[in-house]
């Protein structure tokens, strides 16, 4: 029988970050996969703004942006009748070395890294790359999860061997990252809520080289082509060489006859691989029961229209990974575990929601399509007109939602202190940057480095991207993320030169075991944006507690950053 801290069910991107993000933890864990090879087909292509934030802090950020599509090419989105047609609406969108030098020429809070581009049969191997890497952690592929028993110490799983593998898998916790038909949310017995089986479509994926080069409307990711009733889609992947289609087509024969009359000129091509996906718009009614936890696509199913289904995984991964880490290592309290679904599956709905609202959006341009688009005639020009007009406006609810991306808030936690008042909308689609607890800490630029307080040294995640250099900067100016500054446990952040005593705080949670940096941020510019003169920032980034000084409060707080008391029983007030 094989002995670990955490068996992971399925190497998709979410069981692999929470296998990346574990074993830099040094927690044991096994991950099993059934298939024998990463995915080979397409599936997502876009790593949102908070994602890459996430890749950063666990040192892969760069090593991502360099398998991925070039970091100078455009992202921008066009509808038109065919591929060598004028557009008839474009939304531009910068590319990453642009949106890398937006983000290096302002201090305003906006989130530290911007999307990427990566088809998901790239980032899979890369991914488990890193993991395999990491002593700590078991990679087994052709390994398929079959059942598990669960007590009050341990997990015992069944697998079907692949070759060295036991039978019998025994851990601490088993977190089933085994995608939308996950057997372990079957064996706990978790019915999904909502919409299942809304549509079914087919993708395609071409080899098709000369294509991103001879687009006469420009080079861009997604191109909507005007023809109803299938409306074609065609999105760039990563190697610029390959494209994917979506169309509800009759047969796979029929996505190649779609694909030649999308481009609408002589280029030759291959179809490598077709296959069948259903729309869904469902979210578990449990995130798991007892040591069994589930995650990413077990959990909950959109539509990848605003790309938010691998990119909530991934979210789930980064809350689930320190709790499991801190419970194990003896410092996390009960409530840390139990805030897991508390805090993901409201953004698991909210993401749903707003993967409908995206999907309704593009419904609502395409109901403007009338046979008559292409005809020469003011009609045909004023039917253009009204599907260019309604694109522009509805197709923003899937490329501008860095709110719904980066700015979502544990709202009613158990683990983040109950502050009084109503806080910033944890819903709005347009990024706000804010320090209410529960919101992720936004990123601020420091011009002087922040200066290590008492004798507790900050963890740098990844030095090989700390401090920050620009990549495509205008300026030379060379500054710090403050994120970079962050340890992997909890930090106290003391801003704008505070005096405030602060020692009983520090005592507090240093007394239940839970690693904890404190750092002295001189730079007024991280005063200005946080809005604070003292902040709480958990592992994973979320604000626990702000304040600007602490009064008879330090016990409670660091008993419920610690998850020892729900917040829900502590007083309902700020320190101030
Ligand atoms: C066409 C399309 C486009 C998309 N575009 C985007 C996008 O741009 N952005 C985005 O964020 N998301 C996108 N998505 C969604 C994204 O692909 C999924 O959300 C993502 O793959 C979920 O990751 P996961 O790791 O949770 O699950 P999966 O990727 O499904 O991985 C689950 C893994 O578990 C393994 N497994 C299953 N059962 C067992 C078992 N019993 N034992 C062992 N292993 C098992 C599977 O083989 C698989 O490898 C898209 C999806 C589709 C279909």
Request: aromatic content about 6%; proline content about 6%.
């Amino acid at each position: 029988m094989v002995e670990t801290q955490v068996l992971i069910v399925g190497a998709g991107p979410v069981g692999l970050t929470l296998a990346l993000d574990l074993g830099q933890r040094g927690v044991r864990c096994v991950l099993i996969e059934r298939n024998e090879k990463s995915i080979q087909l397409p599936k997502m292509e876009r790593c949102n703004a908070r994602t890459m934030e996430i890749y950063r802090r666990l040192g892969v950020a760069e090593k991502i942006r360099d398998a991925g599509l070039p970091r100078s090419a455009p992202m921008d989105v066009f509808l038109a009748s065919s591929m060598a047609a004028p557009a008839l609406a474009h939304l531009a969108c910068p590319s990453v070395a642009e949106a890398k030098a937006e983000i290096a020429a302002h201090n305003d809070g906006r989130p530290l890294e911007p999307y990427q581009l990566i088809s998901q049969y790239t980032l899979e191997p890369l991914l488990r790359s890193f993991v395999e890497a990491l002593p700590s952690v078991t990679v087994l592929f052709g390994c398929e999860f079959e059942t598990f028993l669960q007590d009050s110490d341990s997990v015992t799983t069944h697998v079907r061997p692949g070759k060295g593998a036991d039978a019998t898998i025994r851990a601490s916790y088993l977190v089933g990252c085994d995608g939308g038909s996950s057997a372990v949310r079957k064996q706990l017995g978790i019915p999904l809520q909502g919409e299942g089986n809304i549509r079914k479509l087919r993708q395609a994926l071409f080899h098709c080289p000369e294509l991103y080069e001879r687009v006469p409307m420009g080079k861009g990711r997604h191109y909507h082509i005007a023809e109803g009733p299938l409306f074609p889609f065609i999105i760039l992947q990563d190697s610029t060489r390959h494209w994917t289609l979506h169309a509800a087509a009759s047969s796979d024969a029929e996505m190649a006859e779609i694909f030649r009359r999308s481009l609408g000129m002589p280029l030759e091509f291959e179809m490598l691989s077709v296959n069948e996906w259903t729309q869904h718009l469902l979210c578990a009614e449990r995130y798991g029961e007892g040591r069994v936890f589930i995650a990413g696509d077990a959990t909950h199913l959109v539509i990848p229209t605003g790309g938010l289904g691998m990119n909530t995984g991934v979210g789930d991964a980064i809350d689930l990974s320190w709790k499991l880490a801190a419970t194990l290592a003896g410092w996390g309290g009960p409530q840390l575990l139990a805030s897991y679904e508390k805090e993901r599956r409201p953004i698991g709905l909210r993401n749903v929601k707003a993967s409908r609202a995206a999907m309704s959006g593009r419904l609502s341009w395409r109901a403007a399509y009338h046979p008559d688009i292409g005809e020469n005639t003011p009609e045909g020009a004023a039917i253009r007109a009204e599907m260019a007009r309604r694109f522009n406006i509805e197709q923003r609810k899937v490329t501008e939602i860095l709110g719904i991306e980066a700015g979502y808030r544990y709202v009613n936690s158990p683990i983040v202190w109950n502050e009084s008042g109503e806080g910033p909308d944890p819903e709005s689609p347009q990024y706000v940057p804010s320090t209410w607890p529960g919101a992720r800490l936004p990123h601020v630029w420091l011009d002087r480095p922040v200066a290590d307080n008492a004798s507790v040294s900050p963890g740098i995640p990844d030095s090989s991207q700390t401090p920050d250099t620009f990549h495509g900067s205008p300026t030379e100016h060379y500054r710090t993320a403050l994120h970079d500054c962050l340890g992997s446990g909890y930090t106290l952040l003391r801003l704008g030169g505070t005096r405030a005593d602060t020692a009983n705080l520090e005592r507090a949670i240093r007394a239940t075991g839970a690693p904890l940096d404190v750092l002295d941020v001189a730079d007024q510019s991280a005063r200005e944006i946080y809005g604070c003169d003292l902040l709480l920032v958990r592992p994973d980034l979320h604000v626990v507690w702000r304040g600007s000084q602490i009064k008879d409060d330090a016990e409670a707080i660091a008993a419920i950053a610690t998850g020892r008391i729900a917040a829900s029983d502590a007083a309902a007030t700020s320190s101030d």
